[in-house]
């Protein structure tokens, strides 16, 4: 079973162009997410499961799909290696609270520029490097962590203190309790994950894949790869400044400490975990790392605590071993990740009971 | 004059120590065109283990180094061995990738068996001091700059004149080739990774033993890595210039602008060089047309 997603639904007879482009093919699809939606829509709601803990969980999520979308654009359909997201949702973080909290904007006004500028200063720090192939990109955007962290520590005193920033609010309703500011992380993973979705199936998706394939093929099918892969990283860190703003508004304070290189780091394992370009696969990988994650966060203080030989800090070592070994372990048994697994069971699921 | 003085001279001292750390990653990537993001990870667990072997074992200088030495060679082919030999064949963004993960994995078993906090401070060199001018210099540094320079000219020396550097040369053009002339592609890449382990294990000893044994020694790897690039990535000298460059460009910007500018200003200035010169001042320029 090589080529999983090459089997269609049973009795699914792609007559037009229309019918085979649809996302939705069958009405159990149809039916499977309308009800996931709602069963999202409806967790708050829920008693046993609206505890503040598993929705601000489930916050963070959200924000991370975004962030990790974009970077498996960038990094999974265009093939270039960003190991500086986290600076880039910064720019949006920053961007969008100092809209807030020196103009008064309010965060509808304040999302789309924050993507914007993140997109810009992504574009300044991508020109170097699109000119060139293979790793440049990863230095640049190195290089781009550390200077931005920099400049936003020692250059704008407002960001390397720290400052509030208002919450979400519509009319006079304000989002800032996470029942609440949970349904706009829902709508805007949501819509963000659909946009990336379809944009990955446009004349642009496709040329971000040719020039991850093979770019001299895609250089001489008359794909201009210069402009492809600055496109592609601005999408990224738009993605990135979106995902940023939605972040301070939801933490009504804005900090420099949640935007580390680790962090960039985590973000990458979690596509790889998740599966290079699939934009389900992006869905799977931050669910799967995070719950690891917070497994750990309940382990290892316990191991801590009952291991006495163990020096203080092996808490956080343990935790770098495990998620390390875990992305090291999908890269060489698993590259195609998670999404790989979940085509499978597809694919298991379309040819029962012949599935040889 | 005498402050500026100073600061060059502390520049260079690092800077040699940066071309040593570079030179590892020169060797990987001329062997198999990786670039190892762990090789500062590399250089931390190097230092403790030396630092394992002379102060938890107090041993002398001399068996903790003959000790720690191989230990390195052979933490570079384990690394090899369990991370990239089954990735020969990937495509090279996973290679890059899994060095990065490396890194999270070597830090973590650091933190795991000797915990985050700075290690006790041990003597390596003596302590002696010696005046030029007005600027003073400890035995420790003179001492680290010579080792540096002397493991550097070796592994140049390597490279030109013997049959094992000139195949690891062949290794990295193309392993189908290289493989048919009888030159064995994985021997290579393991004895690559090797020397990077012995080269990052030394620099790592060099730099606890100024700056202390400490967890933040792996952002050496960081600031070898413009040096590298800088210098061009196929090139050991290149990786000493460009080594002593950034040594120059971080202590010279730390000391006029305050100690925290030092590292972005030389990435700065990398991206200042990949603007003018991609492939950085001794790199080979691979010229491709469509």
């Known amino acids: ?3 999983t997603t090459y089997y269609p639904p049973s009795g699914i007879y792609a007559d037009s162009f229309k019918k085979d482009i649809r996302i939705v093919k069958t009405r159990t699809q149809l039916i499977l997410a309308v009800s996931a939606m709602l069963l999202l829509v409806a967790v708050p709601l829920i008693p046993g499961l609206n505890s503040p803990y598993l929705l ?69 720090f991508g020109i170097p490097s699109v000119r060139l192939k293979g790793l440049y990109l990863a230095l640049t955007t190195l290089g781009a962590q550390i200077i931005l962290t920099w400049v936003a520590l020692f250059h704008i005193p407002l960001t390397s203190a720290g400052f509030t920033v208002e919450p979400v609010k519509i009319g006079s309703f304000y989002f800032d309790t996470p029942e609440r500011f949970y349904y706009i992380a829902l709508v805007f993973t949501a819509v963000m994950a659909f946009a990336a979705k379809n944009l990955m199936r446009t004349r642009w998706g496709r040329a971000f894949i040719a020039v991850r394939d093979n770019d001299r093929a895609a250089e001489a099918m008359g794909i201009d790869i210069f402009r492809y892969k600055l496109i592609a990283f601005a999408i990224c860190t738009f993605y990135a400044g979106v995902a940023g703003s939605l972040l301070v508004h939801y933490m009504m304070w804005a900090q420099l400490e949640s935007f580390t290189l680790n962090d960039s780091i985590w973000y990458v394992v979690m596509i790889i975990v998740g599966g290079l370009g699939s934009i389900e696969g992006t869905i799977f990988g931050v669910i799967f790392i995070t719950a690891l994650k ?56 379309r040819l029962w009971p012949f599935g040889y | 004059m ?34 190892n993001f762990s090789q500062g990870y590399m250089l931390l667990l190097g230092a403790y283990i030396f630092w394992f072997f002379k102060a938890s074992l107090k041993l002398d200088l001399l068996p903790s180094l003959l000790l720690a030495l191989p230990s390195g060679f052979l933490m570079g082919i384990a690394i090899e061995r369990i991370t990239l030999r089954p990735l020969i064949g990937q495509p090279l963004i996973s290679m890059i990738t899994v060095t990065i993960f490396l890194s999270l994995v070597l830090e973590g078993l650091v933190s795991l068996i000797w915990g985050t906090y700075p290690l006790e401070q041990i003597t390596v060199f003596g302590r002696g001091s010696g005046t030029v001018g007005s600027i003073v210099l400890t035995t420790e540094n003179v001492c680290a700059f010579g080792v540096a320079f002397g493991a550097m000219v070796v592994l140049i020396l390597f490279f030109r004149y013997t049959n094992l550097g000139l195949a690891m040369r062949g290794v990295a053009e193309g392993h189908q080739i290289v493989q048919s002339m009888g030159i064995g592609v994985r021997r290579i890449f393991s004895i690559s990774w090797g020397i990077a382990g012995v080269a990052a294990t030394i620099g790592g000893i060099l730099m606890g033993t100024t700056l202390g044994f400490q967890l933040g020694l792996s952002h050496i790897g960081l600031l070898a890595i413009p040096a590298a690039f800088i210098g061009g990535l196929e090139s050991p000298e290149g990786a000493i210039l460009g080594g002593l460059l950034i040594g120059l460009i971080e202590s010279v910007v730390s000391g006029y602008l305050g100690n925290a500018a030092g590292v972005p200003a030389t990435f700065v200035v990398l991206i200042l060089v990949m603007l003018i010169r991609p492939y950085g001042f001794f790199g080979l320029e691979r010229i491709e047309r469509v």
């Open chain 1, 1 to 3: 079973m090589a080529h």
């Open chain 1, 56 to 124: 601000r969980l489930l916050i963070g999520i959200g924000i991370t799909i975004i962030i990790c979308l974009g970077l498996n654009i960038l990094t999974g359909y265009c093939g270039q290696l960003n190991i500086g997201q986290s600076a880039f949702v910064m720019v949006g973080a920053f961007t969008s609270g100092l809209l807030n909290h020196s103009f008064g904007w309010s965060f509808w006004a304040c999302v789309i520029p924050a993507g914007m500028v993140a997109a810009a200063v992504g574009v300044v």
């Open chain 1, 294 to 349: 917070e497994l750990i966060f309940v382990i290892g203080p316990m191991l801590e605590g009952t291991l006495a030989f163990l020096p203080i800090g092996a808490g956080s070592g343990l935790l770098l071993v495990i998620i390390g070994g875990v992305a090291i372990f999908f890269l060489i048994f698993e590259p195609r990740g998670l999404a790989h697994r979940w085509n499978l069971i597809k694919a298991y699921y």
């Open chain 2, 2 to 35: 005498e402050f500026l003085g100073k600061i060059v001279i502390a520049g260079l001292m690092n800077g040699s120590i940066y071309g040593l750390v570079a030179i590892g990653f020169v060797l990987v990537y001329k062997s198999s065109s990786v670039l």
